[in-house]
């Protein structure tokens, strides 16, 4: 299982950043997605989720509104769509299945 992140960067508050989550090494429209994020000195926390065939969403309170979790599975790719971005938002976001975790991409929203 390979779960690699990409398209996180520096964006200004109020900014907009789409995150990627590229899979391989299982059947990916079998399976559930999530993203979770970590910033400096706490602990890792559920942002979103997807069903397997991208019926059902659920996110965390605090991206409700502002973030879209999606995915392509032609295309064995989860995304998570992060508009009105917050200082707060500032953390590495990791895509999940299960057990397995991506490296992480960092997202910083700063002035």
């Known amino acids: 299982v390979q779960l690699v992140e990409s398209g996180g960067g520096l964006v200004q508050p109020g900014g907009s950043l789409r995150l990627s989550c590229a899979a391989s090494?299982?059947?990916?429209?079998?399976?559930?997605m999530s993203w979770f994020r970590q910033a400096p000195g706490k602990e890792r926390e559920f942002v979103a989720t997807?069903?397997?065939?991208?019926?059902?969403?659920n996110y965390a309170d605090a991206v409700k509104g502002r973030f879209t979790i999606s995915r392509d599975n032609a295309m064995n790719t989860v995304y998570l769509q992060m508009n009105n971005l917050k200082p707060e938002d500032t953390a590495v976001y990791y895509c999940?299945?299960?057990?397995?975790w991506g490296q992480g991409t960092q997202v910083t929203v700063s002035s």
């Open positions: 997807i069903t397997n065939r991208g019926i059902n969403t």
């Open positions: 090494g299982f059947t990916f429209s079998g399976y559930g």
């Open positions: 999940n299945r299960g057990i397995n």
